[in-house]
T-cell receptor
Framework: GEDVEQSLFLSVREGDSSVINCTYT??????LYWYKQEPGAGLQLLTY?????DMKQDQRLTVLLNKKDKHLSLRIADTQTGDSAIYFC?????????FGQGTTLQVKP | NAGVTQTPKFQVLKTGQSMTLQCAQD?????MSWYRQDPGMGLRLIHY???????DQGEVPNGYNVSRSTTEDFPLRLLSAAPSQTSVYFC???????????FGDGTRLSIL
């Protein structure tokens, strides 16, 4: 079946950039998404990218898509303590969303 | 803006009990879905619905039933709870299948 893989943990210092990586298996994915989950809350859509794009920038967030390698990344510039959360990537597969395991981002002051 | 509302927020059940997790959305979204979240496994799709009267199975449907009699509501039923169903359950909705989903805050369910 389709699979989305993420590393489980990332620790950065406040003010540094964070890069969260994701790989997926379905080459026909049309949209890829990044969600953020804060403790005790549901998932909040951060951004998404269409498969015919290589990059999308939205304020401090930059999404890079390498379709050849089926690799998606989320860069957070000037990471703040409020960015501490679990980040999920997801691919659209046959209309449904397939989620990765989530990457826990720890931001140290 | 209520968005997606899930009730209850917490529940403890005994093995073999039944219960219904409620989900309601006020955005007139056609697509609704239920996920369970377990440590290290991300979110797994249980059931989904593309519109009132239509439901289908996701990745892990066993032990769960759903119905969609209205656009707004999509309840999830556990017929005979098992400890393996201890999890956090999220309901989500979107205007259409594959479009960005709006999530509820989750129901934390423990089966003893």
């Amino acid at each position: 079946g389709e699979d989305v893989e993420q590393s489980l943990f990332l620790s950065v210092r406040e003010g540094d950039s964070s890069v969260i990586n994701c790989t997926y298996t379905d080459s026909s994915s049309t949209y890829l998404y990044w969600y953020k989950q804060e403790p005790g809350a549901g998932l909040q859509l951060l951004t998404y990218i269409f498969s015919n794009m290589d990059m999308k920038q939205d304020q401090r967030l930059t999404v890079l898509l390498n379709k050849k390698d089926k690799h998606l990344s989320l860069r957070i510039a000037d990471t703040q303590t409020g960015d501490s959360a679990i980040y999920f990537c997801a691919e659209r597969y046959t209309g449904k969303l397939i989620f990765g395991q989530g990457t826990t981002l720890q931001v140290k002051p | 803006n209520a968005g997606v509302t899930q009730t209850p927020k917490f529940q403890v059940l005994k093995t073999g009990q039944s219960m219904t997790l409620q989900c309601a959305q006020d955005m007139n979204h056609e697509y609704m879905s239920w996920y369970r979240q377990d440590p290290g496994m991300g979110l797994r799709l249980i059931h989904y619905s593309v519109g009132a009267g239509i439901t289908d199975q996701g990745e892990v449907p066993n032990g769960y039933n759903v119905s969609r009699s209205t656009t707004e509501d999509f309840p999830l039923r556990l017929l005979s709870a098992a400890p393996s169903q201890t999890s956090v359950y999220f309901c989500a909705s979107s205007p259409g299948i594959g479009q960005p989903q709006h999530f509820g805050d989750g129901t934390r369910l423990s089966i003893l």
